[in-house]
């Protein structure tokens, strides 16, 4: 059963910079697509950003693109997402979540539509405040 922890959430002001982290236990990621998704109060959950699971291409909403970058490291299990020039609109509970694509597959983007993701992690709070 794989596991995933979030870290690295906190309280930025406007223009500062986190580093979240998605650690992942269980099994290896090797064969997953992970995305960070964010929550804000009284909104839905939105998929911000995603990385492949064999080529590791990116995907970045428009509003987090040039901002945000993710990234992985299979020989640590984890998934990172730099956060740079953060804004206000930036606040919110932000999740990694993870989905298996079978090696048999045909290599294929991935996605942010959170239904489409499997495991999730609990969550870390990102707040920017002036």
Request: glycine share 10%.
């Amino acid at each position: 059963q794989l596991q995933l922890v979030e870290s690295g959430g906190g309280s930025v002001q406007p223009g500062g910079s986190l580093r979240l982290s998605c650690a992942a236990s269980g099994l290896t990621l090797d064969y997953f697509d992970i995305g960070w998704f964010r929550q804000a109060p009284g909104k839905e959950r939105e998929g911000a950003s995603c990385i492949s699971s064999r080529h590791g291409r990116t995907y970045y909403i428009d509003s987090v693109q040039g901002r945000f970058t993710i990234s992985r490291d299979n020989t640590k299990n984890t998934v990172t997402l730099q956060m740079n020039s953060l804004k206000t609109e930036d606040t919110g509970v932000y999740y990694c979540a993870a989905i298996f694509r079978p090696p048999i597959l045909p290599v294929r983007m991935c996605d942010v539509d959170p239904n489409e993701y499997r495991h999730w992690g609990q969550g870390t709070q990102v707040t920017v405040s002036s």
